[in-house]
């Protein structure tokens, strides 16, 4: 059986849980404390030398970091990722958008907010949600005009984009400028097999 090591308020881990719960395959959670070392354990970097959640250990034994490339891998062979090469690379440049300019952005602005990391950060943190807004422009201008990411179809782009842009007021931008991203957003939602996620940081996380 796979078995994500995870934690539960990641959203790139939650990603992965989505996906896995829209596929419907089972596998083991095995949650990894990420704010008491539990990922920089010996027996843990061995699986990812970069000490992050979420991997995903195959059932070979073989331990696959990168919350997109978990995706890619389990995507493989059905609708949420196109066998034309054209449509493939179009998934895939979404979903680099998605770890260049939302998830460092958005994501880090969140934690930060959410974990009490902000303070003595304004200029640091007014950076990071400006250039939230900018990647959320970029994705306000597209689905302007498409439903979904790639052809008109729920795709795992789709997934890696709204992991962190629906948790954007948590991160201190508003969504209210942003009426295609919402509407999109509540596609996304309307999915079948669809989970909420990711849970909130725990309350003793904060500094």
């Known amino acids: 059986m796979l078995r994500l090591h995870d934690v539960a ?37 061995e699986g990812n030398p970069s000490g992050q959640v979420p991997v995903l250990q195959l059932e070979s034994g073989q331990w696959l970091p990168e919350s997109n490339a978990i995706l890619a891998y389990l995507a493989e062979g059905t609708v949420l990722l196109s066998q034309d090469a054209a449509l493939r690379a179009r998934t895939l440049g979404w979903m680099f958008f998605e770890q260049n300019a939302v998830e460092p952005k958005l994501g880090s602005a969140r934690y930060w907010k959410l974990s009490g990391r902000d303070r003595g950060r304004e200029q640091a943190l007014a950076y990071l949600q400006e250039a939230g807004r900018s990647a959320l422009e970029v994705m306000e201008r597209h689905l302007s005009r498409y439903s979904f990411f790639v052809e008109e179809h729920y795709s795992i ?49 904060r500094v």
């Open 9 to 45: 308020a990641s959203s790139n881990g939650y990603k992965v849980r989505l996906l896995l719960a829209q596929l419907r395959r089972p596998y083991e959670l095995v949650e990894v404390d990420i704010f008491r070392g539990g990922s920089r354990t010996p027996a843990f970097l």
């Open 157 to 205: 782009a789709d997934i890696a984009l709204y992991a962190y842009s629906h948790l954007a007021p948590e991160a201190g931008v508003s969504l209210e400028p942003y009426p295609a991203v919402r509407a999109w957003i509540s596609r996304v939602q309307a999915q079948p097999d669809f989970i909420p996620g990711p849970a909130p940081y725990p309350a003793w996380a």
